[in-house]
């Protein structure tokens, strides 16, 4: 058992290893490292919004304490914002929803994901591809967790707009989103 937890502990940074994604909101920044290996058409999807620059001033319209931060998908007068096609589901890429973790939002439907993303706040092994699809993983925060633990904080309430609960009563804007250059 030792050896397997040493195995992993080697091999579990080896997956994050692409590019990286700063993400400027207005409670802090988060640096993202991307899994194209183990999601490339997640990772591809996801970097077409930011070169296009849609994920800037949009909001994290979702936020569950000890679940989940969602957003990317709605500007700040909950509009929702222009998509490109859904991405295939690649949630059996290996990567689990684990604390740290960003992964893509779909509906119900298994190949429905197109540009709202959320973070783990916790380990989340319902998400994960067990028995069904799950939601896959594509990035882990590399710095900037402290700012999502604060997100995590903030109230919420219902919107009549999204008709939704868990909307938080003062924004959380995604203020900036760009690619960082390879060191």
Do not use: C
Request: proline share 5%; no cysteine; glycine share 8%.
């Amino acid at each position: 058992m030792k050896k397997l937890w040493l195995l992993v502990t080697l091999i579990a940074p080896l997956a994050f290893a692409g590019q990286k994604v700063q993400m400027e909101t207005n409670h802090g920044t988060i640096v993202v490292e991307l899994a194209p290996k183990q999601a490339p058409q997640t990772v591809k999807n996801f970097l077409r919004y930011v070169a296009d620059g849609s994920y800037d001033g949009s909001l994290f319209h979702r936020v569950i304490q000890n679940f989940v931060v969602q957003g990317g998908g709605y500007n700040q007068q909950f509009q929702p914002l222009p998509t490109f096609d859904p991405v295939v589901n690649e949630s059996r890429g290996g990567l689990p929803n684990k604390r740290g973790t960003i992964a893509m939002a779909r509906t119900q439907a298994v190949d429905s994901a197109t540009r709202q993303f959320y973070f783990n706040l916790m380990d989340n092994d319902n998400l994960n591809a067990n028995a069904g699809a799950g939601y896959t993983v594509f990035g882990q925060v590399v710095k900037g967790m402290e700012v999502l633990d604060k997100l995590a904080q903030v109230q919420t309430g219902y919107s009549s707009i999204l008709r939704a609960n868990d909307v938080p009563t003062s924004p959380i804007i995604l203020k900036k989103v760009v690619l960082l250059a390879d060191k």
